[in-house]
C-alpha cells in the first residue's frame, strides 16, 4: 500500500544521512520513500531530488576515477570480461559449457559430470535463474522483476509499494502486474506467486498453460531441450518444461505445507471446477519441486550472510553436494555463475556445497547431523570418507609457500591474485588436501565475489 506518511519518514531518514556523508544508507532510504510515495507527490518529488544529490555526489567520485584511469574501460566492462564462459557454449543451452553433461546413477540419481579435464577458474555455467524473487530487505536496492542491482535510478511502481524497477521493460512487466498489491511477504509463498504468474505471462491464460503442461515428460532434463530457439516465446516455454523436470519431495512439515495452501487457494479463486482440478495439481507440483531445488541470492561471501533472494535453476539443480566441493557457485547480477575451485578430470562429478557446510569449517558430526535432518541423506563425499581435518587443524607442506595478499584495491590487482592463486593450486594439487590449496581455494571464493559485485577487498 503507498503512504505519504511512511514515505516522509524515510525521506526525512534519508536527509539526515546524507548530511552526514552516510551516501548508500541515504539512496536506500531514498528508494524506499520512492516505494511509499504516491506518483508526483510532494514526497516522491523530495526523494527524487535526494537522489539526484547522491548521483551527483557518486557521479563526481566516478569522474575522478575515470580521470585516472583514462585508459581502463569502466568496471562493469571489466566484470563483463572476466565472468563468462571458459569453454565453447552448448549449442543448444548457450549458457553452459559444451563439456557438461547430466548423468545419472543409484547412488547420486541425476548429476552433472564434465566429458573434459578442467582447470582452476574454468566459469562452467552463468546460469539466470528461470523463476526468482528478491527478499523484502533489498527491495530498496534491486529490480523486483529481474533481480538486478540499480541503486540511482530505480523507478517505483505506481500501484503499490513493494516494488522497484530497474528499466522500464521491467516496469511494463506483466509479471508484476498480476503480482501488483498481493505480492507476499513469506519468501516462499512469494516464489510460488511468482511461479504461476510468471507461467500465466508466457502461455497466455491457464488453458494455455494446461496444455503445455500436457507434453511435460519428467524423464527428460534441460539437457533434452532446445535454449537457442530463435523465438523468444518457444524458448520460454522450453525453459519452463526443463523447470517442471526438476526432482519433487513432499514438504517437510505440514506447517510448511499449510503455508502454500494459502497461495494455492487465493491462486484457485474465480475458476471453474475444472480449471481449479488442473491448478492445484500444476501448483502442489511446482510447491514440491521448490522445496528440494531453491537456491538463495547471497551476493556476499560472507559465511552468514542471509540469503537476499530466491531462485530455481533448471541446470544447477543437479548439482549434487560435496563437504569438499569442486565448484563455487557465485551470485553476480541476476546470474549463478559456477566456477571451478581445482583440477578436474574428465568423467568426473561436478560438486556444490549445500548451505555452506564444508569440512573446512564444519566438523565430520556437525555435517552429519546436519545433512541427516535437513536432507536426510549420509554425505558420501571424500572428505566425509576420509574424515580431512578442519582448516585450523591443517597441516602445512609446502615451506616456500608466501601468504597471498590482502587489501587488494583494484579489479586488476584483485584478478592478478586470483590468477595466481588458480596457478599455485594447479602446480600443487599433488598435496591436495593441505593448508595452502585450502586457503587459496578460500581466497578465490571471496575475490570472485568482490568482482561479481564490484566490492571492496
Ligand atoms: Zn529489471
Ligand atoms: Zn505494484
Ligand atoms: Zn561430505
Same mark, same amino acid.
Given at each position: 500500500m503507498k503512504s505519504n506518511k511512511v514515505a516522509q519518514n ?5 536527509s539526515e544521512?546524507l548530511?552526514?556523508?552516510k551516501?548508500s544508507?541515504a539512496?536506500?532510504n =531514498?528508494?524506499? %520513500? /520512492?516505494?511509499?510515495a504516491t ?7 523530495k526523494?527524487? @531530488? +535526494?537522489?539526484e544529490k ?10 575522478s576515477?575515470?580521470n585516472l584511469c583514462?585508459s581502463v574501460?569502466s568496471l562493469e566492462?571489466l566484470?563483463?570480461d572476466?565472468?563468462k564462459?571458459?569453454?565453447p557454449p552448448n ?13 545419472e ?5 541425476r ?5 573434459k579435464?578442467?582447470l582452476?577458474?574454468?566459469v562452467?555455467?552463468?546460469?539466470e ?8 530487505s533489498e527491495?530498496?536496492?534491486r =529490480?523486483s522483476? %529481474? /533481480?538486478k542491482q ?5 523507478i ?5 509499494s @513493494? +516494488?522497484l524497477?530497474?528499466?522500464?521493460k ?7 502486474e498480476?503480482?501488483?498489491g498481493?505480492?507476499?511477504e ?8 511468482r511461479?504461476?504468474y510468471q507461467?500465466?505471462?508466457i502461455?497466455g491464460?491457464?488453458?494455455?498453460l494446461?496444455?503445455?503442461m500436457n507434453n511435460?515428460?519428467p ?5 533434452n531441450?532446445?535454449l537457442?530457439?530463435?523465438?523468444n516465446?518457444n524458448?520460454?516455454k522450453n ?7 526438476l526432482?519433487?519431495?513432499e514438504?517437510w ?8 495452501e494459502l497461495?494455492t487457494r ?13 491448478l492445484?495439481k500444476?501448483?502442489?507440483h511446482c510447491?514440491k ?5 531453491f537456491?538463495?541470492f547471497f551476493w556476499?561471501?560472507?559465511?552468514n550472510?542471509p540469503?537476499?533472494g530466491?531462485a530455481?535453476?533448471s541446470l ?12 563455487d557457485k557465485?551470485d553476480?547480477?541476476n546470474?549463478?555463475?559456477f566456477?571451478?575451485?581445482?583440477p ?6 561436478l560438486s556444490i556445497?549445500y548451505?555452506?557446510?564444508n569440512?573446512l569449517?564444519h566438523?565430520?558430526?556437525d555435517?552429519?547431523e546436519y545433512?541427516n535432518?535437513?536432507?536426510?541423506f549420509?554425505?558420501l ?5 576420509k574424515?580431512?581435518?578442519l582448516?585450523k587443524d591443517?597441516s602445512?607442506l609446502?615451506?616456500?609457500?608466501i601468504e597471498?595478499k590482502?587489501?587488494l584495491?583494484?579489479?586488476d ?5 586470483y590468477?595466481?592463486?588458480c ?5 600443487n594439487?599433488?598435496?591436495?588436501p ?5 586457503i587459496?581455494?578460500?581466497?578465490n571464493n571471496?575475490?570472485l565475489?568482490?568482482m561479481?559485485?564490484?566490492l571492496p577487498f
Amino acid at each position: 500500500m503507498k503512504s505519504n506518511k511512511v514515505a516522509q519518514n524515510y525521506s526525512e531518514k534519508a536527509s539526515e544521512l546524507l548530511a552526514v556523508g552516510k551516501n548508500s544508507d541515504a539512496l536506500k532510504n =531514498c528508494n524506499n %520513500c /520512492l516505494r511509499f510515495a504516491t506518483a508526483e507527490s510532494a514526497e516522491s518529488l523530495k526523494a527524487m @531530488a +535526494a537522489r539526484e544529490k547522491v548521483y551527483t555526489k557518486f557521479g563526481s567520485l566516478k569522474a575522478s576515477v575515470d580521470n585516472l584511469c583514462s585508459s581502463v574501460d569502466s568496471l562493469e566492462d571489466l566484470k563483463e570480461d572476466f565472468f563468462k564462459l571458459s569453454h565453447p557454449p552448448n549449442p543448444k543451452i548457450p549458457f553452459i559449457a559444451d563439456c557438461l553433461e547430466v548423468k545419472e546413477n543409484d547412488v547420486y540419481g541425476r548429476f552433472i559430470a564434465t566429458k573434459k579435464d578442467l582447470l582452476p577458474g574454468d566459469v562452467v555455467i552463468m546460469e539466470e535463474p528461470f523463476y526468482k524473487i528478491i527478499s523484502p530487505s533489498e527491495k530498496n536496492s534491486r =529490480c523486483s522483476v %529481474c /533481480l538486478k542491482q540499480n541503486s540511482l535510478n530505480l523507478i517505483s511502481c505506481e500501484k503499490c509499494s @513493494a +516494488a522497484l524497477f530497474c528499466s522500464k521493460k521491467c516496469a511494463a512487466s506483466k509479471i508484476h502486474e498480476y503480482e501488483c498489491g498481493k505480492i507476499e511477504e513469506h519468501f516462499e509463498k512469494a516464489l510460488l506467486q511468482r511461479m504461476f504468474y510468471q507461467s500465466i505471462q508466457i502461455c497466455g491464460d491457464l488453458s494455455g498453460l494446461e496444455k503445455l503442461m500436457n507434453n511435460h515428460d519428467p524423464k527428460k532434463t534441460i539437457m533434452n531441450f532446445d535454449l537457442n530457439d530463435p523465438d523468444n516465446n518457444n524458448n520460454l516455454k522450453n525453459r519452463m518444461l526443463a523447470t517442471m523436470t526438476l526432482a519433487e519431495r513432499e514438504p517437510w512439515s505440514s506447517e510448511a505445507y499449510a503455508k502454500y495452501e494459502l497461495v494455492t487457494r487465493e491462486l484457485e479463486q474465480t475458476k471453474t471446477e475444472d480449471e481449479r482440478h488442473f491448478l492445484r495439481k500444476y501448483l502442489v507440483h511446482c510447491m514440491k519441486s521448490m522445496t528440494v531445488n531453491f537456491f538463495h541470492f547471497f551476493w556476499s561471501s560472507e559465511e552468514n550472510s542471509p540469503g537476499k533472494g530466491y531462485a530455481i535453476c533448471s541446470l544447477a539443480a543437479y548439482f549434487a553436494h560435496s563437504c569438499d566441493p569442486n565448484i563455487d557457485k557465485i551470485d553476480v547480477d541476476n546470474k549463478f555463475v559456477f566456477v571451478t575451485r581445482r583440477p578436474i578430470k574428465a568423467g568426473e562429478q561436478l560438486s556444490i556445497c549445500y548451505d555452506r557446510y564444508n569440512y573446512l569449517t564444519h566438523s565430520l558430526s556437525d555435517r552429519k547431523e546436519y545433512f541427516n535432518r535437513v536432507y536426510t541423506f549420509d554425505c558420501l563425499c571424500v572428505a566425509c570418507a576420509k574424515n580431512y581435518p578442519l582448516l585450523k587443524d591443517m597441516s602445512r607442506l609446502d615451506d616456500n609457500f608466501i601468504e597471498p595478499k590482502v587489501n587488494l584495491n583494484s579489479f586488476d590487482d584483485m584478478k592478478q591474485q586470483y590468477n595466481e592463486n588458480c596457478k599455485y593450486i594447479s602446480d600443487n594439487i599433488t598435496n591436495y588436501p593441505s593448508y595452502e590449496i585450502c586457503i587459496l581455494m578460500n581466497q578465490n571464493n571471496r575475490l570472485l565475489y568482490a568482482m561479481g559485485n564490484l566490492l571492496p577487498f
